[in-house]
């Protein structure tokens, strides 16, 4: 059974695209998040929801927006892409707002913008 | 603020030990550690929370030095599976935000 499961694994597009990437997890857990990860490897935090909340919405761009549908989704729209946005997107998860709590990521979409 | 890692890289024969450090310049309200190997996921390791409460392996070790806003992650007779990047990841107070630091990369050879 997959914990977190993220589609689609690899997104290839032109500069100026919109795409989305979808995450669901099964593990019954109130707060979701987004994360980039860059070149570089550094890992940062875009978004968290909690039970379908906003918490946290990190300095991003407007052109993401998040969506979260129901506790078990976050989704993750992206207009007008640009050569920058290419990164590795993971979702994660955790059973609880707080930081005390460990968070189980999905496999990551590698998204490259050409 | 991003926590800083030491080392950045450290290359071990199988059955050595490795230290892996991380500071941060903000009071600590815990700090998590991952690993993650090369294509996929970061993986949970350890979580250490002010107070002296840990979560995690009971292979992996840590320590928690809550004055200094220090963690150290212990990793002893190393195995070639420990291979990968270690991160640690900083939860200030007042900011349930987990911030992700520089990472080491960890090679394990035989």
Redesign the interface.
């Known amino acids: 059974d997959t914990a977190v499961s993220q589609t689609p694994k690899y997104l290839v597009t032109q500069m100026g695209n919109d795409k989305s990437i979808k995450c669901e997890q099964n593990l019954g857990h109130d707060t979701m998040y987004w994360y980039k990860q860059d070149s570089k ?5 875009m978004f ?1 929801y909690n039970n379908k909340e906003l ?2 919405n ?1 300095t991003v761009p407007n052109r993401f927006s998040p969506k979260s549908p129901d506790k078990a989704h976050l989704n993750l729209h992206i207009n007008s892409l640009e050569l920058g946005d290419s990164a590795v997107y ?1 979702c994660a998860s955790s059973p609880t ?12 979409t590698r998204l490259t913008v050409l | 603020q ?1 926590p800083v890692q030491s080392p950045q890289a450290v290359i071990l024969r199988e059955g050595e030990d490795a230290v892996i450090n991380c500071s941060s310049s903000k009071a600590l ?2 700090v ?1 550690w991952y690993r ?1 190997k090369h294509g ?5 390791l350890m ?1 250490l ?1 002010k107070g002296g ?1 840990q ?1 995690g392996h009971d292979k992996i070790s840590a320590s928690f030095n809550e004055k200094k806003q220090q963690s150290s992650l212990y990793l002893t007779a190393s195995q070639l599976s420990y291979s990968g ?1 270690y ?1 640690c990841g900083n ?1 200030n107070f007042g900011n ?5 630091g ?2 080491t990369r960890l090679t394990i050879i035989p």
């Open positions: 490897k550094f890992l940062k935090i968290s918490i946290i990190e993971f707002w707080g930081g005390g709590n460990e968070q189980f990521f999905g496999p990551g | 991003q309200y815990s998590h993650q996929e996921a970061p993986v949970f979580i929370l409460e979560k990047t991160f939860v349930e935000k987990l911030t992700f520089t990472g």
